[in-house]
């Protein structure tokens, strides 16, 4: 029942989150937001004890991925009147869009439930020697090796592609060159010049 | 579940996705340790990686039956092994048309070849997928190398917007497929697309329908069908045309793919439903794509607008809903990649350093500049208009008569009413490079002999196999089962 009522709250919290991070005006409030609903999925997946992805959940997406969305949000400098010309002249349409999607999942529950799908049976504890950790390596390794490792190849891609598309030796930029300053010679930079004494007058 | 013990030999089936995956890694370090010193030298080795997973596909893909491996995320079997061969083909004919034109503008890089190699790994995925996990991964993996692809030349402004466009829509699509794969999931409990075949087989509910409609969204902007097509003009003009040529042809052999393992392989339950689903979608294709194609005065812009009518008959193949439609549909999409690997071939060997042959009247005389490459154009846009003996022709044919056979008089009627519609802006094309004079000096064309050799027998084969069709026939009829 404890855990029934927890679920309910982080839900609550959660929805709430994922609704601020569309409506606040600021998008760094946004991406606060966003950290908020992660947070509470990760408190979701304690609830069914999948320790492992609540505790990855906290450390890739908050940790690491916010953060940097944190840093480019605050760095670039968006003009946020320009992006918002032209968006409440096609709001209506988002909203109509928006309302019969919601309209036809809540009809399709409404007439079918969920079909079989037996979500009624609450939350199951596991033994007290369960492991998460190890119930995932088990699968992840053996049934899902393949797209496990797809999933490897696509982060190589991924690191391909942003390092072609980001990296540039373009002439005149200002980059530090370590060999070439640390070979540096005295007579490649300090010239010596002779200069006449005046004769005072 | 079958069998989790692996030896070599039961892994043997897939050979050309790990082969792939092991010569991107070494093309990488290549390019990394020699590609600075001799420019070219990763190109080279990229051809010879591909004409030797071509051999190794012959020799170890070449599966008699089904073959399912990795516990249900992979299967081998005869269309795949025809697809494979079709993708290695594709892209090494590709990347051997686009050098020239990526030396002269400076793009000639081992990344570029990486990320075709990596885009050929995601093909192959898709096209060997049994698993709605393994499906999304061959997306992304195919999309993500595409992206980078068209955003390649960093001095195109054009190019940067095009890839901004392609990337931010492709990220909805890949969330709509997501969407839908959550909502099939949950209702089957399953992955596995036979598993999901099996499930759906029983009396279904309506939420299942929810999640297709989903997926089918997916498809149909994946494929570039009206109304999800507007990535597709602007991205065809904007991309350098190497790129063009690129996802022009291969990836519509994986989205075909696609198209078939999710839909009429797992989702076959709901045949019914997105039949109905596909056919307003084709005929919109057919309409917008053949009608607008006739405004463009752009070249590449125009063959986009061809490509969304083409993959409007290549979806009438799938509204069939039968073995004969899916057929006649494998049949269509070899035969356009074909036809595009040809057009968009005859456009890059038109441009030179400095000149984009991208607008319709640079071909205006270019009879009388280059005979050859005008012959050329000249049976790709008649093979593409539908004339018979090209293949293009029967490939219409085929469509037509598996419409024919499954009552849809008023789709027949659309496509050839269409057709003809779209003979106009093929047969206009032919008309400016004959019967026009040039109206200014215009550069000479691509004149190396090894190119131009290329694309004169994908002229040639255009010509052979409308002839002589009974061969790719037989063999899209005897692949599909």
């Known amino acids: 029942m404890l855990v029934e009522i927890l679920f309910y709250i982080f839900a609550t919290l959660l929805v709430a989150g994922a609704l601020g991070v569309i409506t606040a005006r600021n998008p760094v409030y946004s991406v606060l937001f966003l950290v908020f ?135 005149g930029l200002k980059v530090q060159d370590i060999s070439h300053q640390v070979a540096v010679r005295a007579e490649d930079r300090l010239r010596v010049v002779k200069v006449a004494a005046e004769k005072r007058s | 579940m079958p069998d989790t013990m692996m030896n070599l030999h039961s892994i043997a089936a897939a050979v050309p996705e790990i082969y792939l995956t092991a010569a ?66 594709a892209v090494a004919v590709t990347l051997l048309y686009s050098r020239a034109y990526l030396q002269n503008r400076d793009i000639l890089k081992g990344e570029y070849y990486v990320l075709s190699l990596s885009a050929l790994l995601g093909i192959f995925v898709l096209i060997s997928a049994d698993s709605l996990l393994t499906v999304y991964l061959g997306v992304e993996l195919l999309a993500l190398s595409v992206y980078a692809m068209v955003a390649f030349d960093r001095e195109s402004g054009v190019a940067a917007e095009a890839a901004m466009k392609y990337f931010v829509l492709g990220a909805i699509a890949s969330g709509m497929l997501l969407y839908g794969m959550s909502i099939v999931y949950g209702l089957t409990g399953t992955l596995n697309l036979d598993g999901i075949a099996v499930a759906l087989s029983a009396p279904h509910n309506l939420g299942v329908i929810l999640g297709l409609t989903f997926i089918v969204v997916a498809v149909a902007f994946k494929l570039g069908a009206v109304p999800f097509h507007m990535w597709l003009p602007d991205v065809y003009d904007g991309a350098p045309t190497s790129v063009t040529l690129f996802i022009g042809t291969a990836p519509k052999l994986g989205y075909f793919a696609l198209a078939l393992r999710l839909l009429a392989h797992g989702l076959a339950g709901v045949t019914v439903d997105w039949t109905a689903m596909l056919a307003p979608l084709a005929v919109l294709s057919l309409v917008v794509g053949n009608v607008v194609a006739i405004a463009q005065t ?39 990649v074909l ?124 010509l052979v196999l409308g002839i002589l069709p009974a061969p790719l026939l037989d063999l899209c009829a005897r692949v599909i089962r």
């Open chain 2, 298 to 336: 752009n070249i590449k812009r125009m063959l986009a607008y061809s490509t969304i009518s083409h993959v409007g008959f290549i979806l009438l193949g799938f509204v069939a809903g039968t073995v004969n439609g899916y057929g006649a549909a494998l049949y269509y999409t070899l035969v356009y």
């Open chain 2, 339 to 462: 036809m595009a690997l040809g057009f968009f071939g005859v456009v890059i060997l038109a441009s030179r350093k400095g000149f984009e042959a991208d607008k319709l009247e640079h071909y205006k005389g270019l009879y009388r500049r280059d005979p050859l490459l005008a012959l050329a154009m000249a049976m790709l846009m008649f093979s593409a208009a539908g004339v018979p003996p090209f293949i293009g022709f029967w490939a219409k044919l085929r469509i037509i008569q598996a419409l024919w056979e499954t009552q849809h008089l008023w789709l027949v009627v659309t496509a050839v009413v269409m057709s003809v519609v779209g003979a106009f802006y093929y047969l206009r094309v032919v008309k400016l490079m004959y019967f026009d004079e040039a109206p200014e000096s215009l550069p000479d064309t691509v004149r190396s002999f090894g190119v131009r050799f290329a694309l004169g027998v994908n002229a040639a084969a255009v």
């Open chain 2, 24 to 89: 991107i890694c070494i093309v990488l370090l290549f390019e990394a340790f020699v590609g600075a010193k001799r420019p070219g030298a990763t190109g080279t080795l990229t051809l010879l990686v591909l004409v030797v997973g071509a051999a190794l596909t012959v020799a170890y893909a070449d599966v008699a039956q089904r073959v399912v491996l990795f516990d249900g995320t992979y299967v081998a079997d005869p269309l795949a092994y025809v697809l494979k061969l079709a993708g290695f083909l």
């Open chain 1, 37 to 171: 609903s992660f947070v509470n999925s990760a408190a979701i997946w304690l609830l069914v004890e999948a320790e492992f992805l609540a505790i990855v959940l906290v450390l890739v997406y908050v940790g690491a991925v916010m953060v940097l969305f944190l840093f480019v949000v605050m760095m670039l400098d968006i003009n946020l009147a320009e992006i918002r010309q032209g968006f409440t002249r096609f709001a209506w349409l988002g909203w109509i869009t928006a309302l019969a999607l919601i309209a036809e999942i809540t009809a399709v529950i409404w007439r079918n439930g969920l079909g079989g799908l037996d979500v009624g049976r609450g939350f199951v504890s596991e033994p007290a020697n369960y492991s998460n950790t190890l119930e995932l390596g088990r699968v992840l390794y053996t049934h899902y090796a393949y797209p496990f490792e797809l999933a490897a190849v696509l982060l190589v891609v991924a690191i391909v592609a942003a390092i072609a598309l980001t990296l540039r030796r373009r002439p």
